[in-house]
């Protein structure tokens, strides 16, 4: 256990000393502070271009309703849409819109010619306007109000509350649940991915540089390779800690300097409203505000979401950098890796494409089996843990996790400790399974 600790704490002040560690946990939060700044930026600088549209309207009731907008105007044209199309001048003009006779009945006909291809905003615009247009046409026809129509449209949105009589004033969101459960599981694909990486190199380095053969003189090759795995994990939640802090200051300062409330909230309508929507459809601002995600984020119990992260984080990055470490010790150049990383990755790329099937129906048999499963549970489980599954199912899902790792840390160790000392030897998967029934 000594030799363990002194091995870990090589590896971890060594790593988080290193001008590259510094850098990069400074650098990431500071990139992600200049994203928001500059989207901050374009969204209250953004020039707003007028597209002028001609609009030859062959039903005759269309073109003069049409009511130009910040970034669309409308101009009725005389002309045939033959001689328009003759005409047409991209200098002057965005496009022409023609409108069927037919219009009405047949909407499929309406037609918008341009130069190059239109953009969103203005095929969305044009489609809602004509939209409401031909519907209220429709509504006069058969006689019915559209002020009528509109009072007896609802929209319905679900306040989620919990099934207590303690009167407790909570609110739940399954939008928003689903979204913290996924970045949680997304947070530990990718840290496992790139510290379990970091693992193997680290072992190709020491055993190319002929290191290995002046460590494994004192200490034994288990210690080694726990030592260097559990070292690594230190120097991720090191930087994850530092990232998250940052992160959040960086990015609050941001905000805070470069837009206040009210111009923050109009950037998100605008936004909203550059979506393409059905007409009648609310923004639903209202419904997503801050004040709102605040209520269902205090739903949750972010200690427990937290503690179970770090457990799940070190759980799964434990289970993978064991196997890392041994493909590391089997190979002698990282071209040599590629023929053994594909049974590693395939687990837990399965996972992550699993999670998003998942948070969406959190408690499904999929759901369950690939929460418990360890090779994708650290992924699948933190997906499921802001809907918070039975208590039964996390402790199966952290024990079978702990007998998961255990199981593949005597696999690696037993190819960890041939293959670290194997040079010049390009190893098969036959070989490595001789390695693993070799006796000390």
Do not use: C
């Not at 850098?23 to 969204?43: C, D, E, H, K, R």
């Not at 260097?228 to 991720?236: D, E, R």
């Not at 309508?269 to 209202?286: A, D, I, N, S, Y």
């Not at 687990?347 to 499904?364: D, G, K």
């Amino acid at each position: 256990m000594h030799n363990i600790l002194l091995i870990l704490q090589r590896e971890y002040l060594t790593r988080v000393r290193k001008k590259s560690f510094i850098i990069m946990s400074i650098l990431g939060p500071l990139l992600m502070g200049g994203l928001v700044a500059f989207f901050i930026y374009l969204s209250l600088n953004q020039g707003e271009s007028m597209s002028a549209i001609r609009v030859v309207d062959d039903s005759g009731r269309l073109a003069q309703q049409l009511r130009d907008s910040e970034s669309v105007s409308f101009e009725e044209d005389t002309f045939s849409i033959v001689v328009a199309r003759e005409i047409f001048n991209p200098d002057t003009h965005y496009g022409i819109l023609y409108i069927p006779a037919d219009a009405p009945e047949n909407p499929e006909g309406i037609t918008l010619y341009t130069e190059k291809q239109p953009n969103l905003t203005v095929v969305s615009l044009i489609e809602s306007r004509l939209q409401l247009l031909i519907e209220e046409e429709k509504l006069n026809r058969a006689g019915i109000r559209k002020s009528m129509l509109d009072s007896i449209k609802t929209r319905v949105s679900l306040v989620q509350k919990p099934v207590s009589t303690t009167g407790e004033d909570r609110e739940f969101s399954a939008g928003i649940t689903a979204g913290v459960g996924f970045v949680g599981g997304l947070l530990i694909y990718l840290f496992v991915l790139l510290y379990g990486v970091q693992v193997m190199r680290g072992v190709m380095e020491e055993k190319t540089n002929r290191i290995v053969e002046v460590l494994i003189s004192t200490v034994r090759p288990f210690h080694l390779m726990m030592g260097k795995i559990v070292g690594i994990a230190l120097v991720g939640l090191t930087q994850f800690l530092i990232w998250v802090v940052l992160t959040f200051a960086v990015t609050t300062v941001v905000s805070a300097v470069m837009v206040d409330r009210s111009d923050l909230t109009e950037i998100q309508k605008e936004q909203l409203e550059k979506m393409p929507q059905r007409p009648g459809m609310e923004t639903g601002l209202e419904k997503t505000g801050e004040p709102e995600i605040l209520k269902a984020l205090s739903s949750l119990n972010l200690v427990k979401l937290l503690l179970t992260f770090v457990f799940f984080f070190l759980g799964g990055y434990l289970l993978y950098s064991a196997m890392f470490a041994a493909i590391g010790a089997a190979v002698d150049s990282e071209t040599d890796t590629q023929q053994f990383m594909l049974p590693v990755m395939v687990p837990l790329i399965f996972a992550y494409v699993v999670s998003t099937i998942v948070m969406t129906n959190p408690e499904s048999e999929l759901g369950y089996w690939f929460s418990i499963i360890p090779f994708t549970s650290p992924v699948v489980m933190m997906v499921r843990m802001p809907f918070d599954p039975p208590l039964t199912d996390l402790l199966l899902s952290m024990a079978a996790l702990v007998a998961g790792f255990i199981f593949t840390t005597w696999l690696a160790a037993r190819i960890y400790r041939t293959g670290i000392l194997m040079y010049g030897k390009k190893v098969t998967y036959r070989e490595l399974w001789k390695w693993l029934f070799y006796k000390e």
